[in-house]
């Protein structure tokens, strides 16, 4: 569903492309210092991409969301449409997409450069845990799947975003605090985030030529969904909420562009569960 609600493209000359005039002085009154810029959200039908989209469009982002579930893109389209109602208006592109599938983050990426021609602010979220299984007991198909999804699907959307980015374009790969230690259970998962920090590492490097930043985000314990497939029963109330993972992602971005926050390593103040 795409919804046409207004833009106007914030940009100055003197500033970054990223940073209005209002974000450099105060953060905390500025709240829509990220005006006319385009972000695309992967995974944002739930969880922590849910609650970083909202967070981008507070701050006046126009936005593409998508995940699989065209029921929830859609309720959540209409929801940040209202949103922008009650503020400047923003533009929202939901679109459906399987990052683990090249011919559909291609799809998307059509979608994409008919409705707004390039993107500012990438964040790829979309991801899955497994079951806590030792390496003896892990299925292939399951190994295969998160691979794909949290370390293909990086690849493939990371690649397809670089074409429409330019100087002052910021990449926000949410990995976990799995990116840099080991959970015994979690093979694939842990081997699907240390690649992934792989693949941001080498990309940041590959990107400062062009003035485009790669933040690496290393949540610990945050209360999504996620928690079902690995550990249903894990303990809620010590974890993080989503939003405040989105807030620290939020003000990384909204950072001068000569500044990047290579990596946020977050968790909550208890530590690991
Ligand atoms: N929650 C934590 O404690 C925690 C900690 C560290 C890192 N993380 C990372 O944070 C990211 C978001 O996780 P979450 O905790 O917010 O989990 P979540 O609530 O389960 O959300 C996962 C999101 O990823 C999307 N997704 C999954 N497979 C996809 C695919 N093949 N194609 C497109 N979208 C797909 C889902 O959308 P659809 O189902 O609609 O496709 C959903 O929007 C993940 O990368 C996760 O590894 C989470």
Redesign the pocket.
Known sequence: MVTNAGFSPGETNRLPPHISSNTLGSRNTAGRGLRGQVALV?????????AIARALAAEGCDLIV????QA?LNRISRELARRGKTAAKIRILSHP????DPHSVDALFRAIRRQFRRLDILVN?????QPNLPVDKLPFPVWKDVLE??LD?MFLVTQAALVLMKRGGSIVN?????ANRVFAGSAAYNAS?HGALGLSNTLREELRPRGIRVIGVL?????????KTLWPEAPRRK?MS?ETVARAVVDSILLPANTTVEILEIRPSTGTL
Do not use: E, F, Q, Y
């Open positions: 992967t995974g944002a039908t739930r969880g922590i991409g849910l998508t995940g699989r579930d929830a997409s399987d990052v683990r979220n979309a991801g899955i845990a999804t949290n699907g949410n990995l976990s605090v799995a985030k949540p610990g314990a945050a209360d999504t969904d996620i928690w974890m989503p």
